[in-house]
């Protein structure tokens, strides 16, 4: 590999005052985006939900995970959202490089850029979801005419909801009307509302399914009892294919965080739990109470398998429900990197779909 810290130097000098007319006279030194990847600092800008069902990401942030295993010539920079399809817009506005996401709305960002723009690389989390209710609702059929939220319209819950209700004979429109009224609204407000009694319930994920619960909810369906061997993909890692074509290096590196993130989760669940705590304390100003985390933690399952097929189950109830067409979804999953991270370290390796 050349080094050459004085011409690249000189570079960077020059792109600051010329801009853009200099950048065939840098390719023409060799500095293509594929190739550069391999070498020098590199900023990997990483998404995620500061919520339980995204437990690998807030920790491996939290703990320094990440930071240790991308090296000193990362930089990390981290951005949190609500909800999936926000995620997605960041990806393919060039503000995010990578992102923990539910499944929907990664067959969303294939389907919208045919099967280019995105790729999965590791699994996440299974579980960590439910529909919690007004303690005098005790059947699906007294759903009808009540208003229930979801994070995001389209995103995993939002999909999810939807098609149970359609699966049980009550219809659903993207407009909130129907037989249920769907409201989708961000997590925290939803919790403001149905102690209010604006909604009768909600689809949601953990630590939200037990905040409901404490606020004098009850569960009506626990989304794992949906599922083949109680196993759903809830969160799956996903990189933006232009990064993973520039920087294999970085994205192996990620996925080697990811698995230790996880391990950890795993191996040290009190560790974690506070960990997780402090570090939604740190965003929201105020943290998350571990009894709280203690509670939902049974719900979930900390996994580098995505649970391709529960992704493919997903797509099909959202063209069911209407709110996405039909997609080919071979060329989505890349686990070339986390499949090499697991046999190196003596783990069973993830069936490539």
């Known amino acids: 590999m050349r080094r050459l810290p004085l011409r690249r130097l000189a570079t960077l000098a020059t792109l600051a005052v010329v801009g853009a007319a200099t950048l065939g006279a840098t390719a023409a030194c060799g500095d293509d985006s594929d190739a550069a990847g391999d070498s020098g600092p590199v900023t990997l800008r990483l998404g995620y939900f500061p919520n339980i069902t995204h437990a690998p990401a807030v920790v491996g942030v939290e703990k320094g995970i990440f930071k240790e295993k991308l090296g000193g010539d990362v930089t990390l920079e981290t951005k949190t959202f609500n909800a999936g399809p926000a995620a997605i817009e960041a990806v393919f506005s060039g503000a995010l490089d990578a992102t923990y996401i539910g499944p929907n709305p990664t067959v969303n960002a294939f389907s919208k850029s045919k099967g280019e723009a995105v790729r999965v690389v590791s699994g996440a989390a299974s579980g960590g979801v439910a529909l919690v209710v007004k303690p005098g609702i005790t059947s699906v059929e007294q759903l009808r005419g009540k208003k229930i939220a979801t994070p995001q319209l389209g995103n995993t819950q939002d999909v999810a909801l939807r098609y149970w209700l359609k699966e049980k004979g009550l219809e659903t429109t993207k407009e909130g009307g129907g037989d249920v009224k769907v409201v989708p609204q961000e997590n925290a407000q939803t919790v403001e509302t149905f102690g209010s009694g604006a909604i009768d ?13 404490n606020a004098g909810g009850k569960v009506l369906v626990d989304e794992r009892d949906l599922w083949p061997d109680k196993k759903f993909v809830i969160t799956n890692l996903l990189v933006s294919t232009k990064f993973l074509k520039a920087h ?30 402090d570090h939604i304390g740190k965003i929201t100003g105020k943290p998350l109470d571990t009894k709280l985390i203690k509670q939902a933690w049974p719900t979930l399952e900390f996994t580098n398998d995505p649970i391709a097929s529960s992704l493919k189950a997903g797509l099909d109830h959202a063209v069911a429900v209407g709110l996405t067409q039909p997609v080919d979804l071979n060329g989505l999953y890349d686990l070339t990197y986390l499949n090499e991270v697991l046999k190196a370290q003596g783990k069973p390796e993830v069936t490539q779909p």
């Open 201 to 213: 319930g909600a689809w949601v994920p953990e630590p939200f399914v037990s905040r409901l619960v």
């Open 248 to 277: 294999p290096d970085v994205v192996k590196k990620l996925v080697e965080g990811q698995v230790a993130a996880n391990e950890f989760v795993n191996t040290k669940p009190d560790e974690a739990q506070q960990a997780i705590s």
